[in-house]
């Protein structure tokens, strides 16, 4: 069975999260993703995550999450030798990912500029925080620096909280999934048209499009998003509610869902109440109104009333931790997790999460588990021409 990007090679030569994710993608439709890496460190990642023991190892969780699929090849940039293997390689790829700061492979004399003489057709993409130009085109990119500029923590949490930062790095996140998304986009083109593409992704401006209602908003109707913590401003009662054993999210957005949810929790009188009778009227009221669903709700727990909701047509779903989450039947049943046994480096079982989609013609998922630095330095080296000898003279000299 061929995979959507099978017959690709992309080569990653990103750090952490936003360009590794990018590449995880790629790798999880079948391409042919190699992980360039400086020879002794590699990838940050490789050092971050909470188990210290996979730190110290270089197999950190934090890079083990997103380099499943991926082949390792440590390969010194800065040396000339380093340059001319490289080089090489590049002659065989499709795509390379990047996400050092702007300039910094032009200086290194590896730049799309220079690339496209020897690969003309390459797609060549760039992740920075803020773009190749613009005022602040030279400042370090961290997910928390994005999400603060953003407006991001501007809106969440509440009036007494905010800014408040997400609890996980959406900027990154976004950052790598919109360059997967253009990346993918140019080969396509290429495949019609012959022609290879510079994509420059700036974590800034992905982000601040992924804000969708808090951006067009303002810019349409000219009112400034504010952070109201588990609520939702387009509409009551939506939100998330007190139960007698957990908490439940509950989205009656609709004069439908609003009824049906008032006769479910045996309330039929809320519906004629002037205070909750329609839309508008529910958002200016929607304090008084979540008191009285929750004595209601405070009856029963969170996972009673998301299964006697849903089957009447009333959208809600328990408030559930991570832990819960990926063992919900729901998780287990479509397959997200894929565990490797007694994975190399790593010496023990490593599980990590496929896409977040499914296909007919067969699931994206990781063929392998996420390499040893320079795992696969001799197969890469071979395949470009280098002898035995010449690629033992290269490790000598601290090239690979």
Known sequence: ????????????????????????????????????????????ARQLGADVELNRRYMGASFLAQNAGKKSLSLNLKSEIGKKVFLKLVKTADALIENFRPGVMDRLGLGYEDLKKIKPDLVYCAISGFGKDGPLKNNPAYDQI??????????????????????YPVADTMGGITAAFATTAALFKRERTGQGEYIDVSMLESTIVAMGWAVSNWLIAGVEAKPIGNENMTASPSGTFITGEGLLNIAANRQTQFVKLCHVLGRPDL??????KDREARKLYRTELKQELESELRKNKASYWALLLNDNDIPAGEVLNIPDILVHPQTVGRGLIKKFHSVDGADRDISVVRSGFRLNSGDPKPATPPPVLGQDNDSILTSLGYSSSEIESLKQQEIV
């Open 1 to 44: 069975m061929v995979k959507q990007l099978e017959g690709l090679r992309v080569l990653d030569l990103t750090n952490v999260l936003a360009g590794p994710f990018c590449a995880y993608q790629m790798a999880l439709l079948g391409a042919e993703v190699i992980k360039v890496e400086k020879p002794g460190s590699g990838d940050l």
């Open 146 to 167: 994005i999400q603060g500029m953003s407006g991001v923590m501007s809106i969440t949490g509440n009036e007494e909280c905010a800014p408040l930062r997400v609890g």
């Open 271 to 276: 519906i004629e109440d002037m205070r909750f």
